[in-house]
């Protein structure tokens, strides 16, 4: 990222981008971060990886669901027992690319429920809401609100987490798990 040029600012914040790490939110409201390496002592382990929606079902947050499940089938590994993972796209015009891009043909390879565009269970509708208090889902939505995709447990991450997560059945950055598999 790089300023106008040309234009006079107040004050300049630098950022060192390589220091940042992956975030989640805890249940209950987005705004409650932590870092996913804050949790390794607590494991949170999944029940259900959701992502898509209209929100984080852009082609961007398709390719990197994909690389995530790419990187996984290139080693052999297949979703975590126990653990559904649902993919819902953004749009049709989204699905049609993936599928041009043979990014669909290997979520269905990994296991993956793809949803069809549409309403979906950010707002407690369809394929990818909990549908007991006990569940635990990770998802790239943009609302973690008590209910808000079922009774269960609802932590928010990025797409590359939310696929890693669905790999290893608990929530975990797509780096520390290509480390844990080396």
Known sequence: MRSDEGFDYDSEIEVDCSALEPMVARPGDPGRGVAVSDLSSERVAIDIAYGGSCTGGKLEDIEAYHEVMKWGADRGLRLAPGVDFFLQFGSQDVRE????????????????QLVEPGCGACINA?????????QVTVSAINRNFPGRSGPGSLWLGSPSTVAAS????????FASLTVKTR
Not at 126 to 134: F, H, K, L, V, Y
Not at 166 to 173: D, E, N
């Open 97 to 112: 690319r993936s599928d041009r891009a043979g990014m669909t043909a290997v979520f269905l390879q990994m296991g993956v």
């Open 166 to 173: 669905a790999l290893a059945g608990y929530i975990v950055s």
């Open 126 to 134: 369809g394929p990818g809401a909990s549908s007991r208090a006990e």
